[in-house]
């Protein structure tokens, strides 16, 4: 299995770009999570999804969007990218309450 | 509101110490307690996982401990490695699975 995969894994978007955070998971789990990580700070949940088709809003989610078409991916999207979006995007999937896997990062920067 | 605080943020030990690193949870309600470790550049991995019913766990040189009762967790390293040097993470998780609470994390460095 290759686990969690995300893409890209760095990227510098101008201020009022958009861009897409893709996630993929090849564990067929139900849950699947989009978090940020700003220096120095610990992890705060954006969206996070309990099957294809429903996602619900986690801690900090404004300026982010989601969709879970599919088991296997959970893009996030950045519209209209500010200077507080840069931070480094974890994406993670779980069986149920199971633990987490999470995936390499992506680090955003938004100049 | 759900909170977890860690103890201390940052911590440098001499390769072949023991340490231990504290997590302290308000979750409710309350599911199981998670560390994860986080290498620098990298995603957080698993350590252990621990139930409200669990008072310690090992997973090799690491031993977690959890006290229901005082909502308080640590983390016991034992004869550290330099590949020990990273963040290690405190989660609380609630009894639905869907929503954890990260503490900031301690950032260990072993030196040799």
């Known amino acids: 299995n290759a686990g969690v995969t995300q893409t890209p894994k760095f990227r510098i978007l101008k201020i009022g770009q958009s861009m897409t955070l893709q996630c993929a998971q090849d564990?067929?789990?139900?849950?699947m999570y989009w978090y940020r990580q700003d220096p120095g700070m610990g992890l705060k949940l954006i969206y996070y999804s309990v099957g294809a088709g429903i996602t619900d809003k986690g801690e900090v989610p404004n300026g982010y969007n989601v969709s879970r078409s599919t088991t296997e991916d959970f893009p996030l999207r950045l519209e209209l990218a500010a200077p507080s979006q840069t931070s480094v995007y974890f994406c993670?999937?779980?069986?149920?309450?199971?633990?987490?896997?999470f995936g390499p990062g992506t680090r955003l920067t938004v100049t | 509101k759900n909170q977890v605080e860690q103890s201390p943020q940052s911590l440098i030990i001499l390769e072949g110490k023991n340490c231990t690193l504290q997590?302290?949870?308000?979750?409710?309600?309350?599911?199981?307690l998670r560390w994860y470790k986080q290498d620098t550049g990298r995603g957080p991995v698993s350590l252990t996982i621990m139930t409200f019913s669990e008072n310690t766990k090992s997973n090799g040189r690491y031993t977690a401990t959890l006290d229901a009762d005082t909502k308080q967790s640590s983390l016991h390293i034992t004869a550290s490695q330099l590949s020990d040097s990273a963040s290690y993470i405190c989660v609380g998780i609630n009894n639905a699975g869907n929503m954890l609470t990260f503490g900031g994390g301690t950032r260990l460095m072993v030196k040799p």
């Open positions: 997590c302290n949870y308000t979750v409710s309600p309350f599911s199981n």
């Open positions: 993670a999937s779980s069986a149920f309450t199971r633990e987490q896997y």
């Open positions: 564990m067929n789990h139900n849950y």
